[in-house]
T-cell receptor
Framework: QQQVKQSPQSLIVQKGGISIINCAYE??????FPWYQQFPGKGPALLIA?????SEKKEGRFTISFNKSAKQFSLHIMDSQPGDSATYFC????????????FGSGTRLQVQP | ETGVTQSPTHLIKTRGQQVTLRCSSQ?????VSWYQQALGQGPQFIFQ???????GRGNFPPRFSGLQFPNYSSELNVNALELDDSALYLC??????????FGPGTRLTVT
């Protein structure tokens, strides 16, 4: 059972545009929602994370929007740059007990110059 | 402060063999998690170790086993390798919160 669904599978954005990636989760026990960025041949790098007590978190050009009632969260990349071209994964976990990350299937972002 | 390191970088094994992968956690991190990432997919949780004890396991068979040492480094052992075990194996370390920091991974190819 896939507990975190991610869309789209791939995304092409022009330089300077906004990239939007969406995720939906099923397990209401999840209370920690990070986003990871992965370049080819590298491990995932933690980008930004949110907890359900806030609806939005912004760090530089990256913003997470969180809708607890809809069980959805999204990543917005403002002023997208060619260097942002990578695969992005959303994830979810519990902060107590077994803190295993459940990942989405990934979104391959390509930012065209 | 050093990040998470993993060894080896690449490994080729034959079906039926056994393999050991190693991970050094980020300085001060007492929790290590292992994930399997098949090509084109998101990482899948294998298990987690906290202070040398297994602290949760994903949907992987018993031939996947692990250890954590007093210095918080860790090993992942896989017995009776199958072709489907070919993947990138990732180690992640964390401290109190669930901010998990990943290493570069070990690419395992089973032929």
């Amino acid at each position: 059972q896939q507990q975190v669904k991610q869309s789209p599978q791939s995304l092409i954005v022009q330089k300077g545009g906004i990239s939007i990636i969406n995720c939906a989760y099923e397990n209401t026990a999840f209370d920690y929602f990070p986003w990871y960025q992965q370049f080819p041949g590298k491990g995932p790098a933690l980008l930004i994370a949110i907890r359900p007590d806030v609806s939005e978190k912004k760090e530089g050009r990256f913003t997470i929007s969180f809708n607890k009632s809809a069980k959805q969260f999204s990543l917005h990349i403002m002023d997208s740059q060619p260097g942002d071209s990578a695969t992005y994964f959303c994830a979810a976990s519990r902060e107590t007990g077994r803190r295993a990350l459940t990942f989405g299937s990934g979104t391959r972002l390509q930012v065209q110059p | 402060e050093t990040g998470v390191t993993q060894s080896p970088t690449h490994l080729i094994k034959t079906r039926g063999q056994q393999v050991t992968l190693r991970c050094s956690s980020q300085s001060g991190h007492n929790t290590v998690s292992w994930y399997q990432q098949a090509l084109g997919q998101g990482p899948q949780f294998i298990f987690q170790y906290y202070r040398e004890e297994e602290n949760g396991r994903g949907n992987f068979p018993p031939r996947f086993s692990g250890l954590q040492f007093p210095n918080y480094s860790s090993e992942l052992n896989v017995n009776a390798l199958e072709l489907d075990d070919s993947a990138l194996y990732l180690c992640a370390s964390s401290l109190v919160s669930n901010e998990q920091y990943f290493g570069p991974g070990t690419r395992l190819t089973v032929t």
